[in-house]
């Protein structure tokens, strides 16, 4: 079977990656994946609101602290994400919509035409569009936080950026995650604070980024673009003191060894 697959041109919507439309050294902080020229569109057809939100995510830190607390319903982290762009303008924005269906019938088979009679009827579908809600949403771009939510949280956000692309409200999604290089440092701090970090917190199915591109590969977003961004450990500021401050209570193991649910944050 593979070698059948190999005759056959490899098709996908992941863009080549322009390191020149972003600021030198952001791409140690962020793992960067563009859908259908999500980044060209931004730099370009929404060239304000996209520098606002690469500042303010060069900008954005994160202290050991906020990791190994939590926080319940929403962390530190999405409340310190919140506390960047709420200022700025950019706000929760929530979009419905009644599809109006007209059907014209031609009634007489032998005449074609603007002059050709015909019978129009109407109908509507209600809430066609239904309360799709977007965290941040300024000028024509969504932008989007999940760091430890259940993975299926990926299939709402990418289901309402697809709607407000559909309905013209945007031209471009950014989804912020956490990235996969921070696997091997959440389960060094479980090893040091058990007791903080419970065997479910970021787990394989919790939202992190190899559970946000198989989806965006498969086309869940439909033609709007997206940006995902992964959080890597560089955006850790404390993270080698805190190491040094806490020392290992028990082996560390893989924490994408528990597949248990999320914390439901942010």
Known sequence: ?????SGFELLSAVDVHDSGLLPDGFTDKFDVYSYRNALRILSTSCRAEFEEVIE??????IRTDDIVVGGGNKSK??????????????????????LLITRT?????????????????????KNAVDGHKIDFVKGRVAFDMEWNSKDQTFDRDLYA????????????????TRGESLVPVFS????RAPDRIKT?????????MRKLTPRLDAGRAGGCPILALGIRPALITDYEQWLDEHPRQQEATSILSDEGDADDED
């Open 200 to 208: 479910s917190k970021f787990g394989a199915s919790t939202t992190w």
């Open 161 to 176: 950026m697809r709607s407000f692309y559909e309905t013209n409200i945007i031209s471009a999604g950014i989804l912020l």
């Open 1 to 5: 079977m593979d070698e059948f697959l």
């Open 77 to 98: 982290i999405a409340k310190g994400v919140e506390g960047i762009f709420h200022p700025l303008g950019w706000r929760e924005t929530r979009v419905s919509a009644d």
């Open 188 to 191: 060094e701090l479980k090893a």
């Open 105 to 125: 019938v031609h009634i007489d088979p032998n005449k074609r035409g603007k002059s050709a009679p015909t019978e129009k009827t109407h109908a509507l579908i």
């Open 56 to 61: 303010a995510l060069e900008g954005f830190s």
